[in-house]
């Protein structure tokens, strides 16, 4: 059974930058794809930034030049490196093994103005 654990989230201006780490187990996580979603209020979960087993990399237009995903195969963990953070990034944000049907708790991110 699978487990994500998501961490590192909180509260930050505008401009700043916060890391996530997912902490995924119960799973070969070496082989698996693993994506970054977010839900803000009254919208619908978007995947923001997806990473293969390969290390290929891809992100929403929205995201993209800001945001880094990354994983440590060795520490079965995927990160969310997100710099100049504006306030519609406000969102909880999850980590999913991709083609996986689990979820984490999630963890809050709040940038203010």
């Known amino acids: 059974q699978v487990q994500l654990v998501e961490s590192g989230g909180g509260l930050v201006q505008a401009g700043g930058s916060l890391r996530l780490s997912c902490a995924v187990s119960?799973?070969?996580?070496?082989?698996?794809?693993m994506g970054w979603y977010r839900q803000a209020p009254g919208k619908q979960r978007e995947l923001v930034a997806a990473?293969?087993?390969?290390?290929?990399?891809d992100y929403s237009d929205s995201v993209k030049g800001r945001f880094t995903i990354a994983r440590d195969n060795a520490k079965n963990t995927v990160y969310l490196q997100m710099n100049s953070l504006k306030p519609e990034d406000t969102a909880v944000y999850y980590c999913?093994?991709?083609?996986?049907?689990?979820w984490g708790q999630g963890t809050q991110v709040t940038v203010s103005s």
């Open positions: 119960g799973i070969i996580f070496s082989i698996n794809a």
């Open positions: 999913k093994v991709q083609g996986g049907r689990s």
């Open positions: 990473i293969t087993s390969g290390g290929s990399t």
